[in-house]
Structures are given as structure tokens and as C-alpha cells.
């Protein structure tokens, strides 16, 4: 929506990260930049400096024989801004920038909020026509009359013509940012238009859904315990919800995945709920409160809803609850050695192995393994462990016990007996 750019970099800084980011936007997008060179009333001030680093990005300004206009500026003390805005009005006429102020009003959504006292607040950039307090317009699945208008200080404004942004209040719901927007003849086909729109995005959400493909089950058996965290995003500014969306998307990984379902500005609705219900989602809210009949669904129906007021803490904490849908890792602990010293065998009772403990403390419950000649022979459970003709339920190292291994008897003079425990280690992202 963007004609022209004003790039401005301080005088007595250098070119900064977010400098280079907005110019590879401008370029990407084909627009025109012009270069003010702010504050250069402030001591160590150095425009050449700036003019220098732009050369380094491939940009030349006018001044060193370019193509791009630059002015210096002090925003401060108002030293060249007229000269700025003439450059302005040059680069304009070269582009030759016109609009028709007579016609019905068409522009771009720039944000869209739920405003707490007033409703849904549309900012909005005219870019073609008038649009006056009282038209009906159209903006995507939204429709409404204009109740409202005030410019960029707060004050209401009757119209706004063509380059002039305004936020409005009527519009039945929050369009999308970069969404067009159309003032409408008649209200009835704006409302017509609205709900076929809304049936079309609708079709469009069920068709776009993803289902499950072969390759795709495949590699869930493949990984075994994949799982999937359903999200309902509602928040109070258009710009909130999408980056708290595409933040929690970012979360998922190869076993745990977050799909998104619905996103939308404005309260959680009773809608929300039985969409959480049927897909089996959390919803987030982001700046706003369930309605009386939402909460009361949502009680009923189990559906857990968060609300957040900081868009960290919503992020952590699904990202907690990410990480308790992990399995945890397995690490398998030494507890203790044992060397087999002697033998016996004893009828209905099998081979009993008399051990010197070496290391660690041997348990009665201990998961064990029986190593000859360094190589695991078997795995399992002891059967009986003593101190002389005691039953034992610990033994100490250095002391002497007498072992049977679980359904296992061939236990030979020099085996080494190794006790273990599996301790289960929580998973982080």
C-alpha cells in the first residue's frame, strides 16, 4: 500500500540492522526510497558517513552522482523539512501519483482491534476516492456503516480522501491487515457479498485442511508416539494474533505438532468452544475475555481456555506443556558391582552365586546383568539376594552376599554382576 518511502537514518549513528531491513523491503517490493539524514545539528554529526555505508549496500544518493534523493534533516529544530517534503513531491510527479477524490472511497486495512469501550476499530488507509461518515463498506467477510472517524491524533474527521489513514467504527468484525476495503451503494448487497465471502473462506478452511497421507501415518508409526496440540488463537489486535500464531507453529517439532485451527480478532465465543470441543483444541485468548455463555460451555464441555495478557508467557507455557508430551529420555545408572567368587547348586533352588561386592550397594529389587568376559549374558531381576543364611534387602560394598538370578542358573566363577536402575530424564525443546 506503500507509494513512496522516506528512509532516515541519524547523522551521527551509523546505518542500523533495522535500517538495512526496511530498505530490502522497499527494494523487494519495487518502491521508491528517499534518504533523510536526521540530527545533523548534534555535535560529531557526519552525513558523509551514512552516505558512505549506503554506497557499501550498492545504494548511491543523488549528491555522489545515484539515482536515489537525499536530504539532511534535524527533525528537532525543523532545519530542511520542506525541502525534504519537495523532494517528496518530485519523486511523486515523476511517478505521476494520482487519485479521483469524487468517487466512492477504496483503500487498505492497516490493523484491525477490538476496542474494550467502542467495539471493532478498523485503521484503514484511503488510497482511491472519499469516504465519509455514514457509507456502507465492505472489507473482506466484513461489512458495517461507517459510525465513526477519527485521524491519527484521536480527533473525529467527517472524511477522509485519498492518501489519508482513519480508524473507523461499524464494521461488524476485525478484517485482516493488508485486507482491501470498497464503500458500497447499497447496504444489503455489501451484507450479500460479506456472507458469500465468509462461506467462501469457509469451503476454503475445510478444503486446505490437512489430512493424513500415507507417507505421513508412515512416519508417525516411524517415531512411534507422535502427538498433536490444537490451538484456538482469539486476541485483540489482528497483528497480536498472527505473531502469537506463527510463534506457537514455530513450536512444534518431529513428535509433537501445533496446528493452529482458527484465528480470529475479538471475545471467545460460545462458537470458539464447540469448535474446541469438536477438535479436541485449547484456546488461547490473547488480551480478551470468554462471553458469559462461552465460559459456561466451555465449564460443561471441559474445554480448557488461557488467557494471557503477554505474549512470553503464553509462548512458555505451551511450550512447557509441549515438552510434557515428550517422552522422556532413559538413562540407564550403574547402581552397583558384584564379582561371582563361588558357586552352588542347590536342588529345587537352582544355581546360587556367591559375590563380593565391589562397588555401589546391591539391592534386593535391582534390575541386573550378568557380564562374562565383558559381554552381557543376561538381563533381569534378582531372585533372592542373602547375607549368610539371612534374606538380605541391601548389601554394601566390600561386604561378601549370596545371589540367585531370576529363571538363570548358568552363572559361572569370575562373572560380573551389574546392578542398574532406568531413570526417566525430562525432556526440553
Known sequence: MTDLAII????????????????????AAGVPMVFAINKIDKPGANPDTIRRQLSEMNILVEDWGGKYQCQEISAKKGINVDKLLEKVLFETDLLELKANPKKLGSGAVIESSLDKGRGYLATVLVQDGTMRVGDVIISGSYYGRVKAMFNERGQKVKEAGPSTPVSILGLNGAPAAGEKFNVMTDEKEAK????????????????????????????????????????????????????????????????????????????????????????????????VRPSAEARR????????????????????????????????????????TAE???????????????????????TAKAQVRLIRDGI????GALASLQRGKDDAKEVAAGFECGCALERFNDIHIGDVIE???VVEIKRSL
Open 8 to 27: 532516515i537514518v541519524a547523522a551521527d549513528d551509523a546505518v542500523m540492522p533495522q535500517t538495512k531491513e526496511a530498505i530490502a523491503h522497499a527494494q
Open 192 to 287: 450479500s457479498i460479506a456472507n458469500r465471502r465468509e462461506q467462501l473462506i469457509r469451503i476454503q478452511g475445510i478444503k486446505t485442511q490437512k489430512h493424513l497421507t500415507l507417507e505421513e501415518i508412515g512416519r508417525r508409526i516411524a517415531i512411534g508416539n507422535f502427538k498433536e496440540l490444537n490451538v484456538i488463537v482469539k486476541g485483540d489486535v489482528d497483528g497480536s494474533v498472527e505473531a502469537l500464531s506463527d510463534s506457537l507453529i514455530k513450536l512444534s517439532t518431529e513428535e509433537v505438532r501445533v496446528n493452529v485451527i482458527h484465528k480470529a480478532v475479538g471475545a471467545i465465543s460460545e462458537s470458539d468452544v464447540l469448535l474446541a470441543e469438536a477438535s479436541d483444541a485449547v484456546i488461547i485468548g490473547f488480551q
Open 297 to 336: 460451555a466451555a465449564e460443561k464441555e471441559g474445554i480448557e481456555i488461557r488467557l494471557y495478557s503477554v505474549i512470553y508467557d503464553c509462548i512458555n507455557e505451551v511450550k512447557e506443556g509441549i515438552e510434557g508430551m515428550l517422552e522422556p529420555e532413559k538413562k540407564e545408572e550403574v547402581t552397583a
Open 376 to 379: 552381557v549374558v543376561y538381563t
Open 419 to 421: 546392578a542398574f536402575t
Open 340 to 362: 561371582v567368587k563361588q558357586t552352588f547348586k542347590i536342588s529345587k533352588v537352582g544355581t546360587i552365586a556367591g559375590c563380593q561386592v565391589k562397588e555401589g550397594k546391591l
